[in-house]
């Protein structure tokens, strides 16, 4: 049992526990769990509950988780005990997804159809908007992203596509952080609680002091 009750961050599309790097070094209590493999075309809330059964820690805890990984973070908050959900630089309903993706779920067969390229593609934007591309953190990136299952990444694409939103969690809170920078999920299409100046998607690596001070004040006491 933890003395405090865990943190379980999930990490972005593509990426892996070294987004959290430096908030797992401040914050003893966050758990970065590795992906699960997805089933084939398994719908996100679907794999949010077995990744879900498989990391409960038995007792209250947070949840949350950067990108993609709130996406998931929000869908299985049905299947833990949650005390809050914890956004970072991601969005809280499937209506603030910018408009290409809204425009791309329209299209007839288009989620049974996104090719890996697709997929890189859109990674590379990640990288683009993080505002860090001088930084070291660009090569960690860049790694996470030539690591990732292309498999996994396609799923999670289509997931993303068909994503319809947890409708039934209201009675959970949800804080939420983001970059003001932010050209993958753009900021005026969500209602954080803290908006980072300067910050883009990665906001946990440009600017992980802010994530850092966010993910304690609303998880100590």
Same mark, same amino acid.
Request: proline share 9%; net charge neutral; glycine share 6%.
């Given at each position: 049992m933890y003395k405090k009750p865990p943190i379980i961050m999930l990490s972005g599309m593509g990426a892996d526990a070294r987004v959290f790097a430096k908030?797992?070094?401040?914050?003893?209590?966050?758990?970065?769990? /590795? &992906?699960?493999?997805?089933?084939? +075309?398994?719908?996100?809330?679907?794999?949010?509950?077995?990744?879900?059964?498989?990391?409960?820690?038995?007792?209250?805890?947070?949840?949350?988780?950067?990108?993609?990984?709130?996406?998931? $973070?929000?869908?299985?908050?049905?299947?833990?005990?949650? +005390? $809050?959900?914890?956004?970072?630089?991601?969005?809280?309903?499937?209506?603030?997804?910018? +408009? /290409?993706?809204k425009a791309l779920r329209k299209l007839p067969g288009v989620a049974d159809a996104i090719p890996f390229e697709v997929a890189t593609l859109l990674s590379k934007i990640v990288l683009v908007s993080t505002s860090i591309s001088s930084s070291p953190h660009w090569s960690d990136l860049v790694s996470q992203l030539s690591e990732s299952d292309?498999?996994?990444?396609? &799923? $999670?694409?289509? $997931?993303?596509?068909? &994503?319809?939103?947890?409708?039934?969690?209201?009675? /959970?809170?949800?804080?939420?952080i983001h970059g003001a920078n932010d050209f993958v999920l753009p900021v005026k299409n969500t209602t954080p609680d803290v908006i980072v100046a300067g910050a883009g998607h990665a906001l946990s690596m440009s600017h992980p002091d802010a994530v850092t001070e966010f993910l304690k004040a609303r998880t100590d006491g």
């Open positions: 908030q797992i070094e401040a914050i003893p209590q966050i758990v970065v769990p /590795t &992906w699960i493999d997805p089933l084939p +075309k398994e719908s996100l809330p679907s794999y949010a509950e077995r990744f879900a059964n498989t990391i409960n820690p038995g007792q209250p805890c947070f949840i949350g988780g950067a990108s993609f990984g709130g996406f998931v $973070a929000l869908e299985m908050i049905r299947h833990l005990d949650v +005390k $809050a959900c914890l956004l970072v630089g991601s969005v809280r309903t499937p209506d603030e997804l910018p +408009k /290409t993706i292309a498999a996994f990444l396609r &799923w $999670a694409c289509r $997931a993303t596509l068909e &994503w319809r939103g947890a409708s039934d969690i209201s009675n /959970t809170p949800i804080y939420q």
